[in-house]
């Protein structure tokens, strides 16, 4: 009788792919981040973007075109994956009928599935999208400018460190001409409008956390993922806070004690990012 194939586990397949990353960022001093990306993963088919775990997990790639599409999707568009290419697990939810044991009343799950995609560059027969998003164009600048005025949420620019004080409401954050170019401005700047969108008036998160604590770590976690996230929504490319080394081990503790630590984060920071994109104006008319 032919033995049962093993059950894959696709949380700790991608934990443990994660905390690789994490790791061999610490061994090379935090010299390159372990996540930064310069636009949203997308479906190369259906055009519609990945969203929360999937953008996270498939931003640490390292493709420099993130169009991804699964073997029958490239098919039908006359692509051909290449012999010998490795895909990438994607995850989506089915909703699922279950049973209360207790009351018999029958309720819906998300049930966790998974499915495989490859990169444009994994296939023949297809032309990637041609991006530009040169930080250096005006225009670019000018978009972010109109997007953080369109998020309503306070900046002072009056003191020498980035932070959100929730006491009063408010993102403090060094001027624009004290950082090395925009781009690492605007990084800062949203992961601290990320640490905002947890207020009890927007989002309430638990912003309770102490420094070294896990709740503290976690909420970190999900600002520097929702930093990413809404600077690719701009085009921009993210770069995390060297200060976040120190967070990594934590983040790795975690990740080895939970592997659902980084898909709620990476859920909570997409609910945070869709937030101040849906504060602007252009966008809602």
Same mark, same amino acid.
Request: contains cysteine; aromatic residues 14%.
């Given at each position: 009788m032919a033995k049962k194939k093993a059950k894959k586990d696709v949380r700790k397949i991608i934990t443990d792919k994660i905390i690789e990353q994490m790791q061999a960022c610490i061994a090379s001093d935090y010299k390159k981040p372990w996540f930064s990306i310069d636009m949203m993963p997308i !479906?190369?088919?259906?055009?519609?973007? &990945?969203? %929360?775990?999937?953008?996270?997990?498939? %931003?640490?790639?390292? +493709?420099s075109v993130l169009e991804f599409a699964s073997y029958k999707q490239w098919e039908s568009i006359g692509?051909?994956?290449?012999?010998?290419?490795?895909?990438?697990?994607?995850? &989506? +939810?089915?909703p699922f009928e279950i049973e209360d044991k207790d009351t018999g009343e029958k309720k819906t799950i998300?049930?966790?599935?998974?499915?495989?995609?490859?990169?444009?560059?994994?296939? #023949?027969? &297809?032309?990637?999208?041609?991006?530009?998003?040169?930080? !250096? #164009?005006?225009?670019?600048v000018k978009h972010a400018e109109e997007f953080v005025k369109n998020c309503g949420i306070e900046v002072r620019n009056d003191i020498g460190q980035a932070? +959100?004080?929730p006491s009063t409401d408010r993102v403090h954050i060094p001027k624009l001409d004290q950082f090395k170019d925009a781009e690492s401005y605007y990084s800062v700047l949203f992961h601290e409008f990320t640490?905002?969108?947890?207020?009890?008036?927007?989002? #309430?998160?638990?912003?309770?956390?102490? +420094?070294?604590?896990?709740?503290y770590a976690f909420e970190e976690l999900i600002a520097e993922l929702g930093s990413a996230f809404t600077m690719a929504h701009l085009g921009l490319e993210s770069e995390p806070r060297e200060d976040h080394a120190k967070y990594l081990k934590?983040?790795?503790?975690?990740?080895?004690?939970?592997?659902?630590?980084?898909f709620q984060a990476s859920a909570k920071a997409q609910l945070a990012? #869709?937030?101040?994109i849906e504060q602007q104006k252009e966008e809602k008319a």
């Open positions: !479906n190369a088919v259906t055009k519609k973007t &990945y969203r %929360g775990m999937n953008t996270f997990w498939l %931003g640490l790639t390292g +493709y692509a051909q994956v290449r012999k010998g290419e490795k895909g990438h697990l994607v995850i &989506y +939810y089915m998300p049930l966790l599935k998974h499915s495989t995609v490859f990169n444009c560059s994994q296939v #023949d027969g &297809y032309e990637p999208i041609v991006f530009d998003n040169t930080l !250096n #164009d005006n225009k670019a932070f +959100y004080m640490h905002a969108t947890g207020a009890k008036t927007r989002l #309430d998160r638990n912003l309770s956390g102490k +420094y070294g604590d896990e709740t934590n983040w790795i503790a975690a990740l080895k004690n939970d592997t659902s630590f980084i990012s #869709d937030w101040l």
